[in-house]
């Protein structure tokens, strides 16, 4: 698989938005449905810093407010590693194909089952 750099422009654009003002720490993610559309992201910080919500699960929580489920989103782009939760929610929502930056700053590129393979399943 090669990176989708178009998604992944749409993430950076989305960053830009992101509430970060504890961490600094912006991070934009784009989703993009089998019809075509796309659906952003961004990370929501709260002074309770548990309460935070990850750039990716904002994209899906935003996908599923707009109709879609799972298996119904082929990929996603993000400005950062997914954390585990994370890998959990594009696991859940299969997503197929997975753009992130790594710390290095090199992109990679995964399946939601690479990026977890054993995930938790009822």
Not at 24 to 34: E, I, L, P
Not at 47 to 52: D, F, I, S
Not at 90 to 95: D, H, M, S, T, Y
């Amino acid at each position: 698989m090669t990176p989708d750099r178009e998604l992944l422009a749409r993430a950076e654009a989305a960053a830009a938005r992101a509430y970060a003002p504890y961490s600094r720490f912006r991070v934009g993610a784009a989703a993009r449905a089998r019809d075509g559309t796309v659906l952003t992201g961004v990370n929501v910080e709260n002074a309770a810093y548990p309460l935070g919500v990850c750039a990716e699960r904002a994209a899906l929580a935003r996908a599923v407010g707009e109709g879609y489920g799972p298996g119904e989103l082929e990929a996603l782009a993000v400005t950062a590693s997914p954390c585990g939760g994370c890998r959990q929610w594009l696991a859940e929502f299969r997503v197929d194909a997975v753009t992130y930056r790594r710390a290095d700053g090199e992109l990679a590129v995964a399946t939601a089952a690479d990026l977890l393979p054993d995930t938790f399943q009822l």
